[in-house]
């Protein structure tokens, strides 16, 4: 079992930032990616970034140049920092974990771009 703990989320005004965290503990692989995923009221969940243990990243064409995804694996940690967000970046955020055997989510946080 992998359990996923995120921070980070709330209320900013479009062109603010925020910063996510995801802390990972439990049964971890030492090969694995670890992103984010969002699902906006009304929509299907997508993807935002992901991260492999590697260092290797993929982000969503919406947040290209806005947004970095990072991890500190001594910490089994992943970040994503969003910056110059956008009303349409509201939506509940979801840390993932996958490795060869297994996945799992987090329980998701809010984030809310409004003014």
């Known amino acids: 079992q992998v359990q996923l703990v995120e921070s980070g989320g709330g209320l900013v005004q479009p062109g603010g930032s925020l910063r996510l965290s995801c802390a990972a503990s439990?049964?971890?692989?030492?090969?694995?990616?670890m992103g984010w995923y969002r699902q906006a009221q009304g929509k299907q969940r997508e993807l935002v970034a992901v991260?492999?243990?590697?260092?290797?990243?993929n982000y969503a064409n919406s947040v290209k140049g806005r947004f970095t995804i990072s991890r500190d694996n001594a910490k089994y940690t992943v970040y994503l920092q969003m910056n110059s967000l956008k009303p349409e970046d509201t939506a509940v955020y979801y840390c993932?974990?996958?490795?060869?055997?297994?996945?799992?989510w987090g329980q998701g946080t809010q984030v809310t771009v409004s003014s």
């Open positions: 439990g049964s971890i692989s030492s090969i694995n990616v």
């Open positions: 991260i492999s243990s590697g260092g290797s990243t």
């Open positions: 993932h974990y996958a490795s060869r055997l297994n996945d799992y």
